[in-house]
């Protein structure tokens, strides 16, 4: 199964997919560590683009193909990206679940957004303007919603278990 977080920065989408992923062990692929080391490796500080994403979507195939769950973690901010994970899921007959993190509190996603630490090396976290500035697309298709300003992270991972049990 492919389990697709998406989120803008801040929204706690990190913290639900991290212990998810330890709860089914499953492969984890966070695209916050993606892009870092290709920054690291090629000694730049820049825009990714779609890179890391095509990283992404490649282990993602991967490790589908052998049998494995796997989440990803990903802003995932525009309709092609979305298209795109779950094209990875469809091409090889696998199951998914698109899963949106937001935070309708705005002084609660603010106030992550600005005390928030890095937990990449080196990796430099957005900050409140980028965020609330950033291109994100309304979703057109039917997905999980989990609104962490009024559920725990261990609250947000029982509904997507749940949502899996009823769905599979």
């Known amino acids: 199964m492919l389990i697709i977080f998406s989120g803008l920065p801040g929204s706690g989408k990190s913290a639900i997919a991290r212990i998810l992923a330890k709860q089914l062990g499953a492969v984890y692929l966070r695209i916050d560590t993606i892009e870092q080391a290709i920054r690291e490796t090629e000694n730049e500080d820049n825009d990714m683009g779609p890179t890391g994403y095509f990283v992404a979507y490649a282990l993602a195939r991967e490790n589908l193909r052998i049998g494995l769950t796997v989440i990803t973690d990903s802003v995932n901010p525009m309709q ?11 091409s090889g007959s696998t199951q998914f679940l698109e899963i949106e993190v937001i935070c309708s ?55 997507v278990i749940e949502a899996i049990r009823q769905a599979y």
Do not use: C, F, M
């Open 80 to 90: 092609l990206t979305r298209d795109a994970y779950r094209d990875v899921a469809l």
């Open 105 to 159: 509190d705005q002084t609660e996603h603010r106030s992550r957004v600005e005390n928030r630490k890095t937990d990449i090396q080196g990796l430099d976290l957005p900050d409140w303007e980028a965020v609330i500035n950033r291109e994100y697309e309304q979703w057109d298709r039917d997905h999980l919603i989990l609104d962490s300003s009024k559920l725990s992270v261990s609250q947000s991972v029982e509904k």
